[in-house]
């Protein structure tokens, strides 16, 4: 299988502990994204690199949320000290060297905080 | 206010309607516009793709954007029952972030 892929497909953790997702891109594309998903919402954008660079990290992300891509393949998102509130499904899509915003999504990594 | 409205629905059709989705935005650098459609428990996958305004069919899909009106639609012909999902819309400048509307639920009834 050549697509996006994310691990652990589902984490539950307790509050103020640290949890990290995996991404692995199509092997091709330079672009990776994280996103956040929660029930009944569309998917909120968090961070954005372009090969290794961290290129937009959204606003709304806490200091405790962090993703690095260290060579321009895989990409890890930690979160420290979670809390209730980041229950929620954490999607990656990969993107080709175009522009126009075609991403190709992984099966996203859900997370419990209990 | 949110650059992407999409209503939410849910939507409910009977087998074979014409479906009609749609959002609006208000970031007048969107120019790369998207819809994708999502199963229950997975990631979204990408349906159509234009660029600027018109329109552009695939198969049983159409998607319209309207830049002067900041709209864009996603009509499904002859709706099936696995076409039940929801539907986001989303939209981008070019090496952008993109942003996506909240998702209109569609539930096509055989």
């Known amino acids: 299988d050549t697509g996006v892929s994310q691990n652990p497909r589902h984490k539950i953790t307790k509050r103020g502990q640290n949890v990290t997702f995996r991404c692995d891109p199509i092997?091709?594309?330079?672009?990776l994204y994280w996103y956040r998903q929660t029930l009944g919402q569309g998917p909120e954008f968090l961070t954005y690199?372009?090969?290794?660079?961290?290129?937009?990290k959204s606003r709304l992300l806490s200091d405790r949320f962090s993703a690095e891509r260290p060579k321009g393949s895989f990409s890890t998102l930690e979160i420290q000290r979670t809390e209730q509130g980041d229950s929620a499904m954490y999607l990656c899509?990969?993107?080709?060297?175009?522009?126009?915003?075609?991403?190709?999504f992984g099966e996203g990594s859900r997370l419990t905080v209990l | 206010q949110k650059e992407v409205e999409q209503d939410p629905g849910p939507l409910s059709v009977p087998e074979g309607a014409i479906v009609s989705l749609n959002c609006t935005y208000s970031?007048?650098?969107?120019?790369?516009f998207m819809w994708y459609r999502q199963y229950s428990r997975k990631g979204p996958e990408l349906l159509m793709y234009?660029?600027?305004?018109g329109n552009k069919e695939d198969g049983r899909f159409t998607a319209q954007v309207d830049k002067s009106s900041k709209y864009i639609s996603l009509f499904i012909r002859d709706s099936q029952p696995s076409d039940s999902a929801t539907y986001l819309c989303?939209?981008?400048?070019?090496?952008?972030?993109?942003?996506f509307g909240t998702g209109t639920k569609l539930q096509v009834i055989p």
């Open positions: 899509a990969s993107g080709g060297p175009s522009n126009t915003g075609e991403l190709f």
């Open positions: 970031n007048s650098a969107f120019q790369y």
């Open positions: 234009t660029y600027s305004s």
């Open positions: 989303a939209m981008t400048g070019g090496y952008q972030k993109v942003t």
């Open positions: 092997s091709e594309h330079n672009r």
């Open positions: 690199f372009q090969n290794e660079a961290q290129l937009e």
